[in-house]
């Protein structure tokens, strides 16, 4: 195809939007915004954070005038590239999806600092994981205790209730690694639980493993062998293997991230971490000229967290206790801890 | 025995002919799942060496990519071409590479405040040995009681990768408050990049902190310059090869071959254990999640196989890899051409190389077994570790 | 203490050895598979690119099918067709067979994700029903002996199928006329053709062989154990399944009992919710355990005499 034909058609393009922005307001922008996406290791098909993001990224180019490429990284020596390889060819919003990313993001911002980055889980920081607080970038956190209290409660009020498979007051998390993200959803929902049922007994256990669903399967019969009744996954694509050795076994289990619903009808609800909220957020913002530097949290008070209830009906009182403690969560009265309460 | 200078001339042919079959099928895979292969090679190519940008990349900045990418490769790439020559499989290169960048950090944040002239050597020789410590188990349990190097090599790299987790992730060398990463080495523990890690510095267009290319390149072509010295000009390096060759008839010519065996494990591991110091000390200062998955030394099973276990050979290898590496990125960016095409490509090169599938179609192929030491210095290694003790064990 | 006491007290829960036996049928498998085409000369380290083509086949074809079983059949069919390439590539090319090995678990892990990626793009590849997977039976009368009933009587069919083919394998190698063939094939390649073996034949089929039950341990992962596939969802059991075999001396029973020391050091380490120790200093158990193993009890380990050697009629 020819330069001169590619002008021509331009110019059409450009006629026409001009066209179409006489009369409407606000005037859509007409510049193709370009948005770059790295993944961490998990890559796209990680059913989790991910692709998420990627959820996000395709919403935001059917809703705006976006351009959208992904680059996957195969080992953390691709972070740093990815993230450059955007930068460098001036994209105008670049997103590190994951925690792991926080060193790559703060040295490649450094280096671009008319560029802006969004990171999911973190910040850009030093090799000391300090925030270097770059005014080009912007932190997108959750509140995932939020979301793994409201789950919590659900899972402490079946148990007190007697509504649950065995009622034998042990229920359980699997996680992938003990890491922030990971233990932030444990921690609500361990204390939200508890808050519900005081006699409950809340076994924690770790599969070390984001993608290998056997691993976070035998975790999880071990903990339906130690009477667990009701398992919370916070193991990514691993963890549908709780999904399905509760199935198996007969107990409820609760996902994570997305509603994972339909992966097991032993899922009575998900605890949600909206990171395609955030992503379509981060990048709304940057195409409406609001990029703004910092951290940004997606709580359950800003819809950024919270659940869904999946395969089951619950009594009454049990929705009027989520509907109070999530009243409670959004008005600050109550608040989930960080850390694993002992 | 072929000399390695013939290795690298009479023996290019198959290698780059090998290259271009695996072009070819990839080419078709792309096709067939609806891909357009031309504007994913050339995704390949830009990222890979910077030509044939469609999207304005910066070639300078694209060639610095791909050498800090082939950098380890080169060292553990050597790691796993000595043993081979020796009848040894060494799968243990990431374990070791592992090792070394354990010891690197640990005694890089331990006396974080030495200056770098002291703290440097320290480092790197630190890693190198734990590098060496780590295969040296392997060889000692080989020469001694004849465990198999490629059981024992296995689990040693199991044991690097949690013993990698468990001291990041809460244990004694996690960064107090962050999680899954080290604490940084000392300043004086860094090798030197080349260029100056400045952002007001704008060089080929872009500030000068981009260019990653650190003094650790310079070690690498030393260890490959070490290598063939070895290899060809030491009794050690014909002693070696004798094992390889045939473990009874270098008994019969005196040569001490549970000693050699060792000695093979102990250099190699050296090789991956610098290998992961360096990339501590040049590149990412500290110990992070990345390491867990990292698979540097099983593309240097790879690498060795394709360079022919020859010095030069290594060093094309090393680039190619390095260049398929850092290209996947772009050809997914530029394409949308999933990057794991690349481990396709990988994995085509060496079936073609391994087949000498150009050979046999070119009618050359004459009714008898390729020779399978100068080959490819993989070939028979299982045998000739087998044929150690006559009658001992085997039913 | 209380990392001991828990130790004690897991061991006598069925579910522990349960959950051993199950992990050790799935590195059985695989490792099999290694035993025979490493006695009959053919060096196959490619049993993790062989299970894990046949997990993502076997998926794609229950998805599509419905039917466990018939997936299973892809599945198998799927590692077996890898194992084809392994066998023409190593057999008539005479291609260096490490090298080979290499090439198709690096083939196998990039052509999956990559296949994941065009055909599924965004989408999430789907999960098989539990009425499609591949089910776990009681075995009648048995599966109610206490204790034992639950470890050995309460598994995947799969399992049991692992289990049987062990003696099977077993048996044909040491005790039929095809397994003094493919030993004979394995060990003197020349003199087994004088005596009229087609050693090409026998090689072949042992590597296909390995190929197909390394597709079933494949399917096993993915449909029998989980649902889905998960890309590299394999995770290196292909590896474990080598040192398995090489443990094992080249034996069936052998490459088994290492099998168990694995599958037992995961069911352990898996029980992380209720031991109370580092779960990373857990996690290295079963392979240090291996080491030492290795270094006082089981000693030298040597192939089959002509292993790994392209075998062309008329040398020497």
Redesign the interface.
């Given at each position: 195809m020819g330069h001169s034909r590619l002008k021509f058609l331009g110019m059409v393009g450009l006629a026409l939007m001009l066209l179409a922005a006489c009369g409407s307001s606000p005037a859509p922008a007409s510049k193709t915004y370009k948005i770059g996406l790295v993944t961490d290791t998990g890559g796209l098909n990680d059913k989790s954070f991910n692709h998420l993001a990627d959820v996000g990224l395709e919403k935001a180019k059917t809703d705006f005038k976006v351009q959208g490429d992904v680059v996957e990284s195969h080992s953390g020596d691709d972070y740093v590239p990815n993230l450059t390889h955007f930068a460098t060819l001036n994209y105008d919003l670049v997103i590190g999806v994951g925690f792991l990313m926080a060193t790559a993001v703060g040295t490649v911002s450094g280096q671009f600092p008319n560029i802006h980055f969004a990171i999911i889980d973190g910040a850009g920081t030093d090799a000391n994981g300090v925030d270097l607080k770059h005014p080009n970038v912007q932190s997108l956190y959750f509140s995932e205790q939020d979301a793994g209290a409201m789950v919590g409660v659900i899972a402490g009020m079946l148990e007190k209730e007697g509504k649950s498979k065995k009622t034998q007051h042990v229920i359980s998390a699997v996680g992938g690694i003990s890491i922030p993200p990971v233990n932030h959803y444990i921690a609500g929902y361990k204390w939200a639980a508890t808050m519900e049922d005081p006699s409950i007994k809340v076994l924690v256990g770790y599969s070390n493993d984001f993608t290998d669903p056997a691993k976070c399967k035998n975790v999880a019969n071990n903990q339906i062998s130690a009477k667990s009744d009701i398992l919370f996954q916070v193991a990514g694509g691993c963890g549908l293997g709780v999904l399905q050795a509760a199935g198996q076994a007969g107990v409820y289990s609760i996902g994570v991230d997305a509603d994972q619903k339909d992966s097991d009808p032993s899922v009575i609800a998900s605890a949600l971490k909206k990171v395609d909220v955030a992503t379509y957020t981060a990048i709304k913002n940057v195409v409406n000229g609001q990029f703004t530097a910092g951290a940004l949290t997606f709580n359950i008070a800003n819809d950024g967290a919270g659940y869904a209830l999946d395969n089951i009906t619950l009594p009454a009182d049990i929705q009027t206790e989520l509907d109070n403690v999530k009243a409670k969560i959004k008005a600050g009265t109550l608040t989930p801890p960080s850390d694993i309460p002992a | 025995m072929p000399s390695t200078v013939r290795h690298a001339a009479g023996g290019m042919a198959v290698p780059i002919g090998s290259v271009v079959f695996a072009f070819l099928v990839g080419g078709v895979?792309v096709a067939a799942?609806?891909?357009d292969p031309l504007s994913a090679y050339a995704g390949l190519l830009c990222g890979g060496f910077g030509l044939a940008c469609a999207?304005?990349?910066?070639t300078a900045?694209q060639l610095s990519?791909t050498i800090?990418?082939f950098i380890p490769l080169i060292m553990t790439g050597v790691a796993v071409a000595l043993p081979f020559r020796a009848g040894l499989?060494n799968?243990g290169a990431e374990g070791q590479l592992l090792a070394g960048s354990v010891a690197c950090t640990v005694i890089g944040v331990k006396f974080n405040t030495l200056p770098a002239p002291i703290l440097l050597p320290m480092v790197l020789v630190g890693g190198a040995l734990a590098g060496a410590l780590w295969a040296g188990?392997a060889g000692v349990?080989k020469a001694t009681?004849?465990?198999?190097e490629?059981?024992?090599t296995?689990?040693?790299n199991?044991?690097a990768q949690?013993?990698v987790?468990?001291l990041i992730?809460?244990?004694p060398l996690q960064?107090p408050?962050?999680?899954?990463?080290s604490?940084?080495i000392g300043a004086g523990a860094r090798l030197p990049t080349f260029l100056p890690n400045d952002?007001s510095l704008i060089i080929f267009g872009?500030?000068a902190?981009?260019y990653?290319v650190h003094t650790g390149l310079l070690i690498a072509l030393a260890a490959l310059a070490v290598f063939a010295f070895l290899l060809w000009r030491t009794s050690l390096g014909y002693e070696i090869r004798a094992v390889g060759q045939s473990q009874r008839a270098a008994r019969y010519a005196g040569i001490n071959v549970p000693r050699t065996i060792i000695v093979t494990m102990l250099i190699a591991g050296a090789f991956s254990g610098l290998a992961g110091a360096i990339q501590i000390a040049g590149?990412d200062?500290?110990l992070?999640?990345?390491?867990f998955?990292?698979?540097t030394g099983f593309d240097a099973?790879?690498v060795a196989?394709l360079g022919l276990g020859s010095a030069v050979g290594i060093l094309l290898a090393s680039i190619l890899f390095g260049a398929l590496?850092?290209g996947?990125?772009?050809m997914?960016?530029?394409a949308?051409i999933?990057?794991?095409?690349?481990?396709?490509?990988?994995?085509?090169i060496?079936?073609s190389?391994?087949?000498?599938?150009l050979r046999?179609l070119g009618g050359r192929f004459r009714?008898?077994?390729?020779a399978?030491a100068s080959?490819?210095p993989?070939?028979?290694?299982?045998?000739e570790?087998?044929?150690?003790?006559p009658g001992?064990?085997?039913? | 203490m209380t990392f001991l006491s828990d130790i004690a007290h897991l061991l006598i829960t069925a579910d522990l050895w349960r959950a051993t036996l199950e992990a050790a049928a799935l590195l059985l498998l695989p490792a099999l598979g290694g035993v025979i085409s490493e006695r009959s000369g053919v060096v196959n380290i490619a049993m993790e690119g062989m299970m894990l083509t046949g997990a993502f086949f076997a998926v794609v074809a229950d998805l599509a099918l419905h039917n466990p079983w018939l997936a299973a059949l892809v599945g198998i069919a799927a590692g077996g067709f890898m194992a084809l390439i392994h066998a023409v590539v190593s057999i008539r090319f005479r291609a260096d067979q490490i090298v080979s090995g290499i090439a198709i678990n690096i083939f196998a892990a990039g052509m999956t994700l990559f296949l994941v990626n065009r055909i599924y793009g965004l989408q999430d590849i789907g999960h098989v029903g539990q009425s499609n997977l591949l089910p776990y039976v009681n075995i009648p009368i048995l599966d109610q002996i206490p204790f034992v009933g639950r470890v050995l009587f309460q598994q995947n069919v799969v399992v049991y199928a692992a289990l049987i083919l062990l003696v099977l394998v077993n048996i044909v190698l040491f005790r039929t006329r095809l397994g003094l063939r493919i030993r004979a094939v394995g060990e003197h390649p020349q003199a087994a053709d004088t005596a009229g073996i087609n050693v090409y034949a026998i090689r072949y089929g042992a590597v296909i062989t390995s190929g197909l039950l390394s597709g079933l341990a494949g399917a096993f992962l993915a449909i029998g154990i989980s649902n889905t596939f998960v890309p590299n969802m394999t995770d290196g059991r292909g590896y474990i399944a080598l040192a398995a075999m090489i443990f094992g001396k080249w034996r069936p029973f052998g490459a088994f009992i290492a099998c168990l020391i694995f599958g037992f050091g995961q069911a352990i380490y898996d029980a992380n919710s209720v031991i109370h120790v580092s779960q990373y200093l857990l996690s290295m158990l079963p392979y240090v355990l291996t080491l030492i193993v290795l270094a006082g009890i089981v000693g030298r380990s040597i192939p089959p005499a002509s292993d790994g050697i392209p075998y062309s009629p008329g040398t020497e």
């Amino acid at each position: 195809m020819g330069h001169s034909r590619l002008k021509f058609l331009g110019m059409v393009g450009l006629a026409l939007m001009l066209l179409a922005a006489c009369g409407s307001s606000p005037a859509p922008a007409s510049k193709t915004y370009k948005i770059g996406l790295v993944t961490d290791t998990g890559g796209l098909n990680d059913k989790s954070f991910n692709h998420l993001a990627d959820v996000g990224l395709e919403k935001a180019k059917t809703d705006f005038k976006v351009q959208g490429d992904v680059v996957e990284s195969h080992s953390g020596d691709d972070y740093v590239p990815n993230l450059t390889h955007f930068a460098t060819l001036n994209y105008d919003l670049v997103i590190g999806v994951g925690f792991l990313m926080a060193t790559a993001v703060g040295t490649v911002s450094g280096q671009f600092p008319n560029i802006h980055f969004a990171i999911i889980d973190g910040a850009g920081t030093d090799a000391n994981g300090v925030d270097l607080k770059h005014p080009n970038v912007q932190s997108l956190y959750f509140s995932e205790q939020d979301a793994g209290a409201m789950v919590g409660v659900i899972a402490g009020m079946l148990e007190k209730e007697g509504k649950s498979k065995k009622t034998q007051h042990v229920i359980s998390a699997v996680g992938g690694i003990s890491i922030p993200p990971v233990n932030h959803y444990i921690a609500g929902y361990k204390w939200a639980a508890t808050m519900e049922d005081p006699s409950i007994k809340v076994l924690v256990g770790y599969s070390n493993d984001f993608t290998d669903p056997a691993k976070c399967k035998n975790v999880a019969n071990n903990q339906i062998s130690a009477k667990s009744d009701i398992l919370f996954q916070v193991a990514g694509g691993c963890g549908l293997g709780v999904l399905q050795a509760a199935g198996q076994a007969g107990v409820y289990s609760i996902g994570v991230d997305a509603d994972q619903k339909d992966s097991d009808p032993s899922v009575i609800a998900s605890a949600l971490k909206k990171v395609d909220v955030a992503t379509y957020t981060a990048i709304k913002n940057v195409v409406n000229g609001q990029f703004t530097a910092g951290a940004l949290t997606f709580n359950i008070a800003n819809d950024g967290a919270g659940y869904a209830l999946d395969n089951i009906t619950l009594p009454a009182d049990i929705q009027t206790e989520l509907d109070n403690v999530k009243a409670k969560i959004k008005a600050g009265t109550l608040t989930p801890p960080s850390d694993i309460p002992a | 025995m072929p000399s390695t200078v013939r290795h690298a001339a009479g023996g290019m042919a198959v290698p780059i002919g090998s290259v271009v079959f695996a072009f070819l099928v990839g080419g078709v895979i792309v096709a067939a799942t609806g891909g357009d292969p031309l504007s994913a090679y050339a995704g390949l190519l830009c990222g890979g060496f910077g030509l044939a940008c469609a999207n304005g990349e910066n070639t300078a900045l694209q060639l610095s990519t791909t050498i800090v990418f082939f950098i380890p490769l080169i060292m553990t790439g050597v790691a796993v071409a000595l043993p081979f020559r020796a009848g040894l499989f060494n799968i243990g290169a990431e374990g070791q590479l592992l090792a070394g960048s354990v010891a690197c950090t640990v005694i890089g944040v331990k006396f974080n405040t030495l200056p770098a002239p002291i703290l440097l050597p320290m480092v790197l020789v630190g890693g190198a040995l734990a590098g060496a410590l780590w295969a040296g188990i392997a060889g000692v349990l080989k020469a001694t009681i004849g465990a198999h190097e490629v059981v024992t090599t296995i689990m040693l790299n199991y044991v690097a990768q949690w013993l990698v987790r468990f001291l990041i992730v809460g244990g004694p060398l996690q960064l107090p408050h962050g999680f899954s990463v080290s604490s940084p080495i000392g300043a004086g523990a860094r090798l030197p990049t080349f260029l100056p890690n400045d952002n007001s510095l704008i060089i080929f267009g872009l500030p000068a902190g981009v260019y990653r290319v650190h003094t650790g390149l310079l070690i690498a072509l030393a260890a490959l310059a070490v290598f063939a010295f070895l290899l060809w000009r030491t009794s050690l390096g014909y002693e070696i090869r004798a094992v390889g060759q045939s473990q009874r008839a270098a008994r019969y010519a005196g040569i001490n071959v549970p000693r050699t065996i060792i000695v093979t494990m102990l250099i190699a591991g050296a090789f991956s254990g610098l290998a992961g110091a360096i990339q501590i000390a040049g590149v990412d200062h500290n110990l992070s999640d990345k390491f867990f998955n990292d698979t540097t030394g099983f593309d240097a099973i790879a690498v060795a196989l394709l360079g022919l276990g020859s010095a030069v050979g290594i060093l094309l290898a090393s680039i190619l890899f390095g260049a398929l590496h850092a290209g996947g990125s772009v050809m997914q960016a530029d394409a949308g051409i999933s990057s794991s095409l690349v481990q396709v490509l990988q994995a085509l090169i060496l079936f073609s190389i391994a087949a000498n599938f150009l050979r046999v179609l070119g009618g050359r192929f004459r009714r008898r077994p390729a020779a399978p030491a100068s080959q490819a210095p993989g070939a028979a290694l299982m045998t000739e570790a087998a044929k150690a003790p006559p009658g001992d064990g085997q039913t | 203490m209380t990392f001991l006491s828990d130790i004690a007290h897991l061991l006598i829960t069925a579910d522990l050895w349960r959950a051993t036996l199950e992990a050790a049928a799935l590195l059985l498998l695989p490792a099999l598979g290694g035993v025979i085409s490493e006695r009959s000369g053919v060096v196959n380290i490619a049993m993790e690119g062989m299970m894990l083509t046949g997990a993502f086949f076997a998926v794609v074809a229950d998805l599509a099918l419905h039917n466990p079983w018939l997936a299973a059949l892809v599945g198998i069919a799927a590692g077996g067709f890898m194992a084809l390439i392994h066998a023409v590539v190593s057999i008539r090319f005479r291609a260096d067979q490490i090298v080979s090995g290499i090439a198709i678990n690096i083939f196998a892990a990039g052509m999956t994700l990559f296949l994941v990626n065009r055909i599924y793009g965004l989408q999430d590849i789907g999960h098989v029903g539990q009425s499609n997977l591949l089910p776990y039976v009681n075995i009648p009368i048995l599966d109610q002996i206490p204790f034992v009933g639950r470890v050995l009587f309460q598994q995947n069919v799969v399992v049991y199928a692992a289990l049987i083919l062990l003696v099977l394998v077993n048996i044909v190698l040491f005790r039929t006329r095809l397994g003094l063939r493919i030993r004979a094939v394995g060990e003197h390649p020349q003199a087994a053709d004088t005596a009229g073996i087609n050693v090409y034949a026998i090689r072949y089929g042992a590597v296909i062989t390995s190929g197909l039950l390394s597709g079933l341990a494949g399917a096993f992962l993915a449909i029998g154990i989980s649902n889905t596939f998960v890309p590299n969802m394999t995770d290196g059991r292909g590896y474990i399944a080598l040192a398995a075999m090489i443990f094992g001396k080249w034996r069936p029973f052998g490459a088994f009992i290492a099998c168990l020391i694995f599958g037992f050091g995961q069911a352990i380490y898996d029980a992380n919710s209720v031991i109370h120790v580092s779960q990373y200093l857990l996690s290295m158990l079963p392979y240090v355990l291996t080491l030492i193993v290795l270094a006082g009890i089981v000693g030298r380990s040597i192939p089959p005499a002509s292993d790994g050697i392209p075998y062309s009629p008329g040398t020497e």
